[in-house]
């Protein structure tokens, strides 16, 4: 029933909501760009270029998600048929590649650091950077879920993601740059490892749903079930087979066979198609239905599992 609800969304509105995180997202990463670089410089600390690096990412990804996300909302044209939905999964695995570099770079820098320490300058200034960028990350990362609560978007669930990271990340730095003024120097670029490695991780999972999604994957069970439930209350219908389901964008692909009398005129079997079809909409609003009618005594060449 969640996933109802979040399908409920008139479609102006989730692009409305859409545009705004993206803007959000791309104006908070800005910021923490600018505050980051200076307490890098200020610091000398490698875990707080670690957070630098990550925030340099996350406005890279953002301006690609804001494209992304402007492309899949464009009608269906003469050449993409099926809209642009799809560029919102090729922006997940473009971001995914830009995480995943900015891992390696840390770690191959944190290692540096390891074999050649130096000591670190103003390290309060450091701190009082990175509790600015966690109020501001929470803020932004509660206005992004919002948003994927109410579309399911796959470009904002990224953006999350690392986003969501960024919390672990900045943390990890504060209490870096607390062991090293108590003496503790080794701390910072070893903790720069461990945010890298987290940072790697949630590239991995960005770029599996990213294919996923391209693949065509088939929509959750409970989706699945919630089609069959609403297709066999029509009373006229006497089955439903092959049901194939798809995402693309914000848009839900539903294909199914419908199971009808065989002396049932052509006429009131696409009225009993068309009453199907309206009835899935009411639920999936953003849902593209095609059915066909098959005779009950047909027998379904290929069930599909379920």
Known sequence: MNDEK?????????????????????????VLIAGKLAAALLTGSVSVLASL?????????????????????QPPDRDHRFGHGKAEPLAGLVQAAFIAGSAVFLVLHAVDRLLHPQPLKDPLVGVGVLLFAIVATGVLLAFQHHVVRRTESTAIRADALHYATDLLTNAATIAALGLAML???????????????????????IGHESVQLLMDHELPPEIHARIKEIVRANP??????????RRSGQTYFIQLHLMLDDQLPLVEAHRVADQVEAAIVAVFPNADVLIHEDPTSESPPRPLPD
């Not at 490695?197 to 590239?203: E, P, Q, R, T, V």
């Not at 006229?236 to 389901?245: K, S, W, Y």
């Open 53 to 73: 690096v990550d925030s340099m990412m996350d406005v890279a990804a953002s301006i690609i998600n804001l494209l992304a996300v402007h492309y899949s909302l």
């Open 183 to 205: 003496g503790w120097s080794n701390m910072d670029p070893i903790f720069a490892i461990g945010i890298a490695l987290y940072i790697l991780y949630s590239a991995g999972h």
């Open 236 to 245: 006229q219908v006497r089955g439903v087979h092959e049901v194939r389901t």
């Open 6 to 30: 979040r399908l409920s969304i008139d479609p102006a509105q989730a692009a409305r909501l859409l545009r705004l995180a993206t803007y959000a997202s791309v104006t908070t990463a800005t």
